[in-house]
């Protein structure tokens, strides 16, 4: 499984380590995600998403519902 949001599809981002001779080597910034279980009354059962902060603030904002509903508008799985 990739290191990656389900709700805002946050990926990693890559660039470079640059040292104090500004010698160059690559690097990755990995988003901080988590595993969280939400309850979809809609559903009718648990759905646990991999989701970053940013995708808990948006699920909180919006509603699991609405959420959910957009995600399988865009075909992603859970």
Request: hydrophobic fraction near 30%.
């Amino acid at each position: 499984m990739s290191n990656h949001c389900q709700v805002t599809g946050a990926s990693p981002s890559f660039g470079n380590n640059v040292s104090h001779s500004h010698r160059r080597t690559r690097r990755r910034w990995d988003v901080n995600v988590q595993k969280k279980r939400y309850w979809v009354p809609s559903l009718g059962r648990t759905v646990t998403l991999t989701v970053s902060p940013r995708g808990i603030r948006t699920i909180d904002k919006h509603g699991i519902d609405a959420v959910i509903a957009d995600m399988r508008a865009r075909g992603e799985r859970f």
